[in-house]
């Protein structure tokens, strides 16, 4: 089991950059998917970006893609996601989530076994 806990959430200026964080607990982090979902107001929450174990299969949403970069460092059991050029659009409660098996369709969310609490980013224009 592992525990997921996100940080880094704040309120900034369209066009500004956020790093968000995900602490995760357990020694089995480095074998997960991990995953950032956000759900923004009057929206069910969608898909952010996706890290395979290795790094070496990196998926973006359309509407984050070139802007956002995700990334993880297995040694010290953290997950991030770069934000930049941020939009109105991009404010939201923004979700890690990790999924033991690998699921092809890591868009899903019932795919993934844990999910941390959440941390608010607020974009204003």
């Known amino acids: 089991q592992v525990q997921l806990a996100e940080s880094g959430g704040d309120s900034v200026q369209a066009g500004a950059s956020l790093s968000l964080s995900c602490a995760a607990s357990?020694?089995?982090?480095?074998?997960?998917?991990m995953s950032w979902f956000r759900q923004t107001p009057g929206k069910e929450r969608e898909f952010v970006a996706t890290?395979?174990?290795?790094?070496?299969?990196?998926y973006y949403a359309d509407a984050v893609k070139g802007r956002f970069t995700i990334s993880r460092d297995n040694a010290k059991n953290m997950l991030y996601l770069q934000m930049s050029s941020l939009k109105p659009g991009d404010t939201g409660i923004y979700y890690c989530?990790?999924?033991?098996?690998?699921?092809?369709?890591?868009?899903?969310?019932?795919?993934?076994?844990?999910w941390g609490q959440g941390t608010q980013v607020t974009v204003s224009s």
């Open positions: 357990g020694e089995a982090f480095s074998t997960y998917v």
């Open positions: 890290i395979n174990w290795s790094s070496s299969r990196i």
């Open positions: 989530a990790a999924d033991e098996s690998d699921s092809y369709y890591y868009e899903r969310e019932s795919v993934y076994d844990y």
